[in-house]
């Protein structure tokens, strides 16, 4: 009895800890919960009860942090090899589910990658889309005003006035590398920052 | 009688005292975090072994007690490295076990690991020499 529930309460951690794991491909995941699970049965002494179940796992972790070691130190381990930024942002995205400063780190990659695009699409479209690529200033009523990038509508176009005309070439490839260099620098920092992090709770 | 209010010296002394612990360990654990690559791959050197007995002969023999969970992300990394390789290996148990073991090129940088470790603690070892005996 005590040794059926000891493995139920056994089971129900390795669950939690492959579903953190999910970024990962499923054969490592089920490697990482197969490791775990024979780490936590050698612990055991005869039958594997609650009790005892319960001291292996908060001697290994709870789910979030065991996963957390996990995906950080595999995540580092590809970036050392491959330090493009396709890599860099497949780490953040990873990564960015197991902590706060992950969810962050992936939303400034995400937006920085985004508006560094916008502008180099922009540039690349202006030659062939003269009238509706560029950066639009639209009155909105009352004094305020919105900024539109990117190729827009004949509509908008009308109403809004053209702020960089043919300059928006040379602006946006600048603005676009530059942005898209800062923010493969700021996730090559953070992934540096979170495996710190998770090494700091390894002593 | 206000006893807050009154400051006993013996309380001061003993936080002093306690305060100072912790910042002997904390540096204790910085150094045996450097040392715990080169320690876990030592480990190995003359047998193959699984998660759990690399933390306990750790524990043991180094007085470094990590985490547990932590092991294996690290050796996993040695694996990507190229350092161990680890096999399934169907255990009396009753359950399998995952063993790592040193490859070629694991043994060579374990082996540079030491030289460079010897040479660094011979070196401190001479600095530290003038304080034997010395009652300064």
Known sequence: MSNKAGMAHLDTYLDQVRRYLKPLPKSEADEVVAELRSHVLDRMAGQPTPGQVEAAIAALGGPREVARFNLTERVSAEVDEDRSPLTVLRGIARLAGLSLYGAFAGLVSFAGYGIAASFLITAAVKPFARSNAGLWRTPEGGGSYSLALGVTSHVRAHQGQELLGWWIIPIGVGVGLILGWLTWRFGLFSLRLMRRSAQRSRA | ?136
């Open chain 2, 1 to 136: 009688m206000n006893i807050k209010s009154t400051r006993d010296p013996r309380d001061e002394a003993r936080k002093q005292i306690v305060r100072r612990a912790q910042e002997l360990g904390k540096w204790e654990t910085e150094v045996r975090k450097g040392g715990l690559g080169l320690a876990v791959l030592a480990i190995l050197w003359p047998e193959r072994l699984y998660g759990l007995e690399i933390l306990r002969r750790l524990d043991s023999d180094a007085g470094m007690s990590i985490p547990e969970g932590t092991i294996y992300p690290l050796l996993s990394r040695m694996k990507a490295e190229g350092l161990v390789d680890s096999e399934w290996v169907e255990a009396d148990a009753g359950h399998p076990r995952k063993y790592y073991r040193l490859t070629d090129p694991g043994r060579r940088r374990v082996r540079e690991m030491a030289q460079s470790w010897r040479a660094f603690a011979q070196g401190l070892e001479r600095l530290l020499a003038p304080m034997d005996g010395d009652p300064k």
